[in-house]
């Protein structure tokens, strides 16, 4: 994915999502993917997380107004190729999103959707009320061009305990009856071997991607990496198996150059 020539407008992506103080997830992560891809990244802040190498200690939502009208002031002026989702926080404000982004004919049968359906931190600290985890399935969902959770986020949101490739193939089954047009089921939670392997299902065809587990305690805003990867590549025009294989290796490499921060779990490497 390579730079525009200089003077001309870049490729834009926006990501709707909440703020790590850690700099290691969260927006910090999808600005820095997004710089290094060479697409212009804009942002609807969701949350403020108070949040180091150890855990999240504090959150401040927005208002659910705020949040939308970011995403209006962004689409309506500078326009998106794609669009991402990361930390949504509530319910009021996943409605709230979900309304900005079809005033700006985004998700469905619109531009791109990426929907990284984040619930909790690696640390267990939630990212999003356990009551708004039907609001996130019901409403935005529908809307996904592709939605990227982790094993953990495919239990809570479907009840599917995902611990090999059958039931792999179930959740990502039930996330495409969720309404996911595509659904990916990462493995790099499954530790039944040294491998990572990834699932992609659009309701007709199952596409594996494989890759290596990489054995790091670093991998503080692995899930939001590949997500905002997916979601530059499909602004750069590339089909969604091409966005996927591409971020499932650029996630890969970031996780092998991960480094230590703090006393806790370090971020994946922006990749200097
Ligand atoms: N903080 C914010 C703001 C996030 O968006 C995310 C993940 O999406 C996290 C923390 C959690 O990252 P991790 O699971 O890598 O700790």
Redesign the pocket.
Known sequence: LTAPPAGTAPRRVLTV????SGG????QADLRTFALLGVHGCVAVT?V?V?NSVG?SDVQEIAPPIVAAQIDSVTSDIGVQAVKT??LASAPIIHAVAAAFDAAGIGGDGLPLVV?P?C????GDA?LAADARSTLVEVLFPRATLVTPNLDEVRLLTGIDVVDEVTQQAAARELHRLGARWALIKGGHLRTSDRSPDLLYDGKQFHRFDGPRMDTPH??????TLAAAAAAALAHGHSLPEAVAFAKEWVTRALAAAYPLGAG?GPVSPLW
């Not at 991998?219 to 939001?224: E, I, K, R």
């Open positions: 999502a909440g703020s790590d290691g997830a969260g927006i949350a997380t949040q999240v990361g930390m990284d984040v909790a931190s690696m640390h990212l991998d503080h805003g692995a899930g939001d779990h």
